[in-house]
């Protein structure tokens, strides 16, 4: 079964510290992987994903993840922390059965960003 | 949000009352989802719908019913509420495809007492 794992529910940096959220992912073929971000009190938005074009994906609010076969990872990484970067953070594996693909989420991240 | 709507937004309710939850998109797209959130959990599934009257179930199907009669209206009901049902629900379209995005809806709390 496809799987994602996300290591540390909660990860705490200070304003324009580098920002880096781990996944690691479980899957017999190859994934189709999402990173998503939920602000306080809203439903989830896409960050970006990877769709096997390229390993290296650039998302919105200057994110992007690397895909790594050999590591079986995809983390989120952002250069510098803006304040406004404070959720949660969700990582996604698309699983597909009979004929039909849904998404399976890790537990979630909490980034906390200090002044 | 995507052309989506969850009503209600937030609801108390007590323990074996039914419940509906309604999810509504303008969207016209085929695929719809119902997730639920819970602290430490992530989001889990709880049924889909790849058509009107074409449901399947998800991780966490017990206890849930859905139906989709519109392309545009999907329901989850709840047929005796839990307090293990306390929970933040999530409505989704699109996806299909393993390489397509799902986009959420703004969420409904339902607390049962």
């Known amino acids: 079964a496809q799987s994602v794992t996300q290591l540390g529910s909660h990860v705490s940096v200070s304003e324009g510290a580098l920002v880096l959220l781990r996944c690691n992912y479980s899957?017999?073929?190859?994934?189709?992987l999402f990173w998503y971000v939920q602000y306080p009190n809203k439903g989830l938005q896409l960050l970006l994903k990877?769709?096997?074009?390229?390993?290296l994906v650039k998302g919105i609010n200057g994110f992007e993840a690397e895909f790594k076969k050999s590591e079986t990872s995809f983390h989120l990484t952002k250069p510098s922390a803006h304040m406004s970067d404070a959720a949660e953070y969700f990582c996604a594996v698309s699983v597909t059965n009979s004929g039909y693909s849904t998404l399976t989420f890790g537990k979630g991240t909490m980034l906390l960003v200090s002044p | 949000d995507a052309g989506i709507t969850q009503s209600p937004r937030h609801k108390v309710t007590e323990t074996g009352t039914p419940v509906t939850l309604r999810c509504h998109q303008t969207?016209?797209?085929?695929?719809m989802y119902w997730y639920r959130q819970d602290p430490g959990h992530g989001l889990r599934l709880i049924h889909y719908?790849?058509?009107?009257?074409?449901?399947d179930k998800g991780e966490v199907s017990d206890g849930y019913s859905v139906s989709r009669s519109k392309t545009e209206d999907f329901l989850l009901t709840l047929e005796s509420a839990t307090s293990s049902q306390t929970s933040v629900y999530f409505c989704a379209i699109g996806g299909g495809l393993a390489t397509d995005t799902q986009y959420f809806g703004p969420g409904t709390r339902l607390t049962v007492l």
């Open positions: 719908s790849y058509g009107v009257k074409d449901t």
């Open positions: 990877y769709t096997s074009a390229a390993t």
């Open positions: 899957s017999s073929v190859p994934p189709y």
């Open positions: 969207e016209n797209h085929r695929y």
